[in-house]
T-cell receptor, first 113, second 112 residues
Framework: DAGITQSPRYKITETGRQVTLMCHQT?????MFWYRQDLGHGLRLIYY???????DKGEVPDGYVVSRSKTENFPLTLESATRSQTSVYFC????????????FGPGTRLLVL | GENVEQHPSTLSVQEGDSAVIKCTYS??????FPWYKQELGKRPQLIID?????GEKKDQRIAVTLNKTAKHFSLHITETQPEDSAVYFC???????????FGKGTLLTVNP
């Protein structure tokens, strides 16, 4: 678990501001994922990446942007934060995508005022 | 897309009792069935998984059974302990290499 980290762990921002959540893994896993967790919705996939420079949308991508210039990093940007994006965000990584263990980061709690 | 339904949504048992959580999936192409445990305020972690060519797998007090015909798989926890209290998720990949569809989870409470 220490191999995947997220920063910041807590963030308070205002509506309309841009926010970037960072995710870093040390295993050289090919696949990385961003999920959001809200009460009553479980975990929902925002974006995923199969390798450096390869990203694609998940279930709830609207309002989010990702990039993956290096294998170990997968930042998630909220271009103009909205209150509905208040959530807990988890980053995860896996060597073989959805067909084996996904290792989750500790999460980032984001509050949009 | 894949649809995963998990039952029950909440489960309360006495310490030492058994607990069973069932997941039903829709995509017959699904071939990997993991169970994740998430303690309060913590990250989800894999506790056990099973592939479609295996009907049952055990690891100490936990086991997973798969019924591909009925499209459901279940988590069995025996001799429950207070530290088993958590939310359990049963995501399904639907045969996808990248996308896991999570259910809403089951909140298990083990009362001492």
């Amino acid at each position: 678990d220490a191999g995947i980290t997220q920063s910041p762990r807590y963030k308070i921002t205002e509506t309309g501001r841009q926010v970037t959540l960072m995710c870093h893994q040390t295993w050289s896993h090919s696949y990385m994922f961003w999920y959001r967790q809200d009460l009553g919705h479980g975990l929902r996939l925002i974006y995923y990446s199969a390798a450096a420079d390869i990203t694609d949308k998940g279930e709830v991508p609207d309002g989010y942007v990702v990039s993956r210039s290096k294998t170990e990093n997968f930042p998630l940007t909220l271009e103009s934060a909205t209150r509905s994006q208040t959530s807990v965000y988890f980053c995860a990584s896996s060597g073989l995508g959805a067909q084996e263990t996904q290792y989750f980061g500790p999460g980032t709690r984001l509050l949009v005022l | 897309g894949e649809n995963v339904e998990q039952h029950p949504s909440t489960l309360s048992v006495q310490e030492g009792d058994s607990a069973v959580i069932k997941c039903t999936y829709s995509d017959s192409a699904s071939n990997y069935f993991p169970w994740y445990k998430q303690e309060l305020g913590k990250r989800p972690q894999l506790i056990i998984d099973i592939r479609s060519n295996v009907g049952e797998k055990k690891d100490q007090r936990i086991a997973v059974t798969l019924n591909k015909t009925a499209k459901h798989f279940s988590l069995h926890i025996t001799e429950t302990q207070p530290e088993d209290s958590a939310v359990y998720f049963c995501p399904s990949s639907g045969g996808s290499n990248y996308k896991l569809t999570f259910g809403k989870g089951t909140l298990l409470t083990v009362n001492p």
